[in-house]
């Protein structure tokens, strides 16, 4: 009998298990994509709106220096504030091999982010007589941007933006 007892109890438990194990299966399938924490998760779309505020930027690479075109190796911070609504403005210095440093250099632009989180801008800078054009892709929901220069051609730039937060 105390067999049957303890056998019972088992039962009960692992019923009880299994009923509470199933239910959160169940939550779990019909909790829409949308009440996901992540941004990035599966579903959700990114846009313009994906960028606002200020981004945190280093640069560096291989890019013309000045009337002469001669490649120079450059590195760079910029501070970018995007207007969630395809424009943006942003501060640079910049530091060339030949060229020097050049601080505090003012620039605007315009970007389009597609729905699958690639996108492009383009960027114009005081006394830059061309304006860059970039690919870029943003990651962890909008807290970073990966973006390579694409034109103009002799260029090969890189730059890493990170959301600023205060």
Do not use: W
């Amino acid at each position: 009998m105390h067999l049957s007892k303890t056998l019972g109890l088992s039962l009960r438990r692992g019923l009880s298990v299994a009923m509470a194990a199933g239910l959160m299966a169940t939550l779990a399938l019909t909790i829409p994509r949308a009440v996901a924490a992540n941004d990035d998760s599966p579903g959700r779309a990114c846009s313009n709106r994906t960028l606002r505020g200020d981004y945190g930027i280093l640069i560096s690479g291989i890019a013309p220096e000045g009337p002469s075109g001669q490649l120079e190796t450059t590195v760079g911070t910029a501070l970018r504030t995007y207007d969630g609504q395809g424009s943006f403005m942003q501060l640079d210095s910049v530091h060339g091999q030949i060229s020097g440093a050049v601080v505090d250099r003012p620039g605007s632009g315009a970007y389009e982010v597609r729905a699958d989180c690639s996108g492009t801008a383009t960027l114009f800078l005081t006394g830059v007589p061309f304006p860059i054009v970039s690919s870029f892709v943003i990651v962890d929901g909008g807290e970073e941007v990966k973006e390579a220069v694409m034109s103009p051609p002799p260029a090969v730039v890189s730059g890493v933006q990170h959301r600023v937060r205060r």
